[in-house]
């Protein structure tokens, strides 16, 4: 069946950076738009950052855009998001999700996501 695990979340200091990791299998991950949601206490799950099949196109909420970094790697099934500068308003539960494309676009929207990942913390705290 079709698994997503994330990796690499955990506890930094605001101005930290983190990488965090989700590998993708049961999947034709090459053929899945992926995305990064995150989910903080008592907040909807919000969209992070997208990225298409071709990575050719990548898009990002405008509380992250130029300190986080989606990029994937399509021969080791797995999506990448670098977080930099990272502000305690980014704490929150990270998940990855993947979405069957039809298009080599980004998605933005979680319920068109097919596929999601049980969601690694980040916490960001002096």
């Known amino acids: 069946q079709v698994q997503l695990v994330e990796s690499g979340g955990g506890l930094v200091q605001p101005g930290g950076s983190l990488r965090l990791s989700c590998a993708g299998s049961?999947?034709?991950?090459?053929?899945?738009?992926m995305g990064w949601f995150r989910q903080a206490p008592g907040m909807e799950r919000a969209f992070v950052a997208s990225?298409?099949?071709?990575?050719?196109?990548?898009s990002y909420a405008n509380s992250v855009k130029g300190r986080f970094t989606i990029s994937r790697d399509n021969a080791k099934n797995t999506v990448y998001l670098q977080m930099n500068s990272l502000k305690p308003e980014d704490t929150a539960v990270y998940y990855c999700?993947?979405?069957?494309?039809?298009?080599?676009?980004?998605?933005?929207?979680?319920?068109?996501?097919?596929?999601w990942g049980q969601g690694t913390q980040v916490t960001v705290s002096s």
């Open positions: 049961g999947l034709t991950f090459s053929s899945y738009t």
């Open positions: 990225m298409s099949v071709s990575g050719r196109y990548a």
């Open positions: 999700a993947a979405d069957l494309a039809r298009f080599d676009a980004i998605e933005a929207r979680p319920y068109e996501y097919d596929y």
